[in-house]
């Protein structure tokens, strides 16, 4: 698969993913209009500075056997993560969790891990009110950015998945491992400042079914592109 077009489809299918960072959006973009969820939406280019370079750093000593044997367990952990999400698109809701009032466990597990603050999924977890509209732009973008930095998901998916696949690309030519990279964080922001400008400007251009129906399409993509992970990594 072409790496420009890998990386646009994992970073689509990642954009509308239920998660920590995608509630911060959305509450974001209710409570401070379309610019403090799009802004929210950019946490990834700060948060995962960090996360990427640690390690492609040290998925770059590794030799080429290890690479695809990390690439294939990073396939089976993008075909998991693809049935996962289908499964939540069941009862996924734009108001942070489930129909039926339940969370994921990525969710779980970050409310755990930020204990003693608001609940993730009100207004007030995100912002103060009578907040000026500046310091509310600052203060969404700085928890989103300690959320995404703290939270897992991001150091799994980059150890196993798309750091194995960024590094391969760029073996391959820079130019490669570039298309990856943007192609990537070009959808996975992009998306989710679709999905705040949609939020801001009324429920109503993007209901609850609407989110289940592209999520399962999000899902089903993301298993396609653990197959095909899985294929070319195998020796």
């Given at each position: ?144 950015v300690l959320v995404n930095l703290l ?85």
């Amino acid at each position: 698969m072409d790496a420009l077009g890998l990386g646009l489809a994992l970073g689509l299918a990642a954009s509308i993913s239920p998660g920590p960072l995608l509630v911060l959006v959305v509450t974001s973009a209710l409570r401070s209009g379309w610019r403090a969820g799009a802004l929210t939406a950019c946490a990834p280019l700060l948060s995962d500075a960090v996360v990427v370079a640690a390690t492609l750093l040290l998925l770059d000593r590794l030799p080429v056997r290890a690479l695809g044997v990390l690439g294939v367990v990073g396939g089976a952990f993008v075909v998991w993560s693809g049935v996962q999400t289908v499964r939540e698109a069941r009862s996924a809701s734009l108001s942070g969790g489930s129909a039926d009032g339940r969370h994921s466990p990525h969710e779980q597990a970050e409310g755990r891990a930020s204990q003693g603050s608001p609940p993730r999924g009100t207004l007030n977890s995100i912002l103060p009110t009578g907040s000026d509209n500046s310091g509310a732009l600052a203060l969404a973008l700085r928890r989103a950015v300690l959320v995404n930095l703290l939270s897992p998901h991001p150091w799994i998916a980059w150890a196993t998945a798309l750091g194995p696949l960024t590094i391969t690309a760029w073996r391959a030519s820079a130019v490669a491992g570039t298309a990856f990279l943007i192609g990537f964080y070009l959808t996975l922001v992009g998306g989710k400042v679709v999905i705040a400008l949609l939020v801001a400007r009324g429920r109503r251009h993007l209901g609850d079914t609407g989110y289940r129906r592209a999520l399962t399409a999000a899902g089903v993509l993301l298993v396609l592109v653990g197959v095909v992970m899985g294929v070319e990594f195998a020796p």
